[in-house]
């Protein structure tokens, strides 16, 4: 791969995190003005295009195979990405039922949480995702120290975002997860979530500690390329957790 098209991939990854911060912002305005769900839930399935398409390479998965060796590293690398989707497809059904729940039992209400706080471990999770991006496209440059440092800072910001939910909004929010309906909705679809992140945390430090110690190349990469794709996927899901959560619907009485 030439300079070129490193230096358009960083690029890239700076357009979509300013068009995710730009909708970010759009949707909390329709939230706080005007509560229009679909106009929120628009936003949100336009976050989540842009995230699988750029930063999760959903386009790798049809890369002509030209390798009639199973033993290669060409065609291990696309069955493993087959593999991890569809590992990822199934996942995403069990979030989808939880997301379901949510509209089944609390309808167009929600419940009574913080709304800034909300905002703020949503931009952290996003600010996460880019930089984890920036660490899989350093590597593929062979930029090692710039693939450290980019997932170092996505584990501290996946820490704070852990913190943020689980230390904070878990111990501020006005019901526990036997006080009705929505106490429930709300930790167990957040507990499921906080559990994806740490163990995309941990996914991210055994990552980080193996490259360095230099085992990854440009060449070969594929538990860096996993290990973001994965962490990606828990940004997509908070995407529509989030407004689920804190932006539809009036306050649960």
């Known amino acids: 791969m030439t300079h070129t098209n490193h230096s358009s991939g960083i690029r890239t990854g700076i357009i979509v995190f300013t068009i995710l911060a730009a909708l970010s912002a759009i949707e909390f305005i329709l939230a706080i003005l005007f509560n229009e769900w679909p106009l929120i839930a628009l936003v949100a399935l336009m976050k989540a295009g842009l995230v699988v398409y750029y930063y999760m390479h959903i386009n790798r998965l049809f890369e002509p195979d030209e390798s009639d060796d199973h033993e290669s590293h060409a065609y291990k690398l696309a069955t493993n990405r087959i593999g991890l989707w569809l590992f990822l497809l199934s996942d995403f ?33 996003i ?30 910001l996946g ?29 167990v679809m957040t507990g499921f979530h906080a559990f994806h992140v740490l163990t995309g945390v941990i996914f991210l430090i055994i990552v980080l500690r193996n490259g360095s110690r230099g085992l990854y190349s440009p ?32 306050l649960v009485q």
């Open 93 to 125: 059904f069990i979030f989808a039922g939880l997301l379901l729940s949510r509209v089944n039992l609390l309808g167009l209400t929600r419940p009574d949480l913080n709304q800034f706080l909300g905002l703020a471990v949503s931009v952290i999770l």
């Open 219 to 250: 060449e070969q990469h594929w538990a860096v390329e996993a290990s973001a794709v994965y962490w990606h996927f828990i940004d997509v899901v908070w995407f529509f957790f989030y407004p689920a959560l804190y932006l539809i619907g009036t």
């Open 127 to 156: 600010f996460s995702s880019v930089f984890a991006y920036f660490g899989e496209t350093y590597l593929q440059q062979g930029n090692r120290k710039r693939f450290l440092i980019c997932y170092s800072v996505t584990i501290t």
């Open 159 to 187: 820490i704070l975002f852990l913190i943020g939910v689980v230390g904070v909004e878990w111990q501020i929010a006005p019901f526990g997860p036997a006080d009705g309906v929505a106490g429930a909705i709300f930790y």
